[in-house]
Structure formats: structure tokens, C-alpha cells
């Protein structure tokens, strides 16, 4: 069998320069996303430039069967999944009763069970090894109450609490699972969630997806299990500590009311 690094959410930001970075190292690469086109264009590039094997798969995370269907492809071509990186997610934007029922259903089962499945499935053969290294992307929501966005927000904080348990529970079998909790970065994610003018967009904490991945790459292989890129995100979560959990929520959504009045 041969080794992989499996990425989701491969076609855009965070994931995308993961990829490159990645390929740069020497890994091969199995990047999942939605957007065929994408991938195949990610996947040119990496390969005029290095010398491993990538592979690509388009599949819609929400859907249990083709998260099933990654799991038996990883089978079928022998594929040793040494790095899992669950980074697709998104977010949707507004007051809770105004939402979409299936919109925030399909946040949910991308966020929470398509990382769940997949680290359930990958973590059982990284511990039959004795070897692997799972990376979940949170988000420094992950550490308060979101209106305006609460679906995402408590998505977060479920990724954040599963990670650190199973990061506990694997650290005897030389597994590392760690998670990612990044601030607002420059990706298409503000454009899926409906934030284009939002606040949190535009101060000086917002990082480049190519920062975020170096530093969370860096972390993940000395074993780190929370990653907080940028000082001011590192700033931000600790301040959680010291304010109730009204107050924390009264702060964001008066943020996010800014958006909503433009």
C-alpha cells in the first residue's frame, strides 16, 4: 500500500494550500471536493511541479454514501491514509428561524458527521499501524455562542470537544489527532455563508489561507492537539475564559448586526 495524505475540502482556501504545501513535502495526495473542475486543475499543477501521485475524487460530503465511497476507493486502490485532513465545512448566515431546515441540516451533516465518519473509518486502520496523523478544522468559534450563525458556531464547538477526546484517546497507540482553530481567513468562505460585508472580515486578524496552512502543517507534525494561527486569534480565545457566556454572545452578534444593516 501506498501513503496518502487525503484532504477534504481540496478545491478552495485553507484545503487548497494544504495541498500545494503538502506536495512541496514529497506526500501523495487523495483531495475531495464537490467541484471536479477544481480538483483537476489543483491536481495539474501540483504535478508539473512534483513528483508524486495525485488523486482526485468528487464527492458531496453531506451524503453518507459517498463518504462510504471514499473509504472502500482507499480500499479497492490500496491507499494507506496517512494524514487526514477533515477540512470541509461552511456556514450559513442569519437569524436561526429564517434559515433554510435543509441548509442548516446540510451544514450539519458536513461540519459534524462527514469529519465524524471519516475519522471513525481512517482512525481504526492509523491504529492498526500504529502510525497516522488526523488534523480536524475547527474554529476559534468553536469557543463561544454564535447568533446570527449558531449552527456553525455550535459545529465548531463539537469538532473542538470530539477532537480533544479522541486526541486523549489515541495518544497511546502513537496517533496524533489535533484540531485547527483558525479566525476569519481570506477564503470563498464569507461568500457561501452571505458575510461580504461582514465586520469580521476586515480587521487586522483576518490571515491569508496560505499563512494558516504552513502554520497548522508545522503544528500538526510536532504534535500539537490546538492550533490557534495569529496572535490575535490566540488573543480572542483566551478572553473566553473571563466573560460569561451572554456576554460572549451579546459581543457577537453585535458584530454580525453590521452586516445584517447593510
Known sequence: MENFVLI???SNGIGKEMAYIFAEMGFNLLLIARNFEKLNDIKNKIEKKNNIKVLILSKDLTDIESIKDIYSFCNIEEINVEILINNAGFASF????SIDLDTDLSQINLN???LTMLTKLFLKDMIEKRNGKILNVSSIAAFQP???MSV???????????TQAISNESKQYGITVSSLCPGPVNTGFKERAGMNRSN???????MSAEKVAKYAIKCLFKGKKRIIPGFLNKCSVFSTRFVSSSF????AKSIQ????KK
Open 94 to 97: 442569519g437569524e436561526f428561524h
Open 152 to 162: 456553525y458556531y455550535a459545529s465548531k464547538a463539537y469538532v473542538e470537544s470530539f
Open 112 to 114: 459534524i458527521m462527514a
Open 257 to 260: 448586526k453590521e452586516d445584517m
Open 8 to 10: 477534504t475540502g481540496a
Open 248 to 251: 460572549a454572545a451579546k459581543i
Open 146 to 148: 454564535g447568533p446570527l
Open 200 to 206: 469580521l472580515f476586515k480587521g487586522k486578524g483576518v
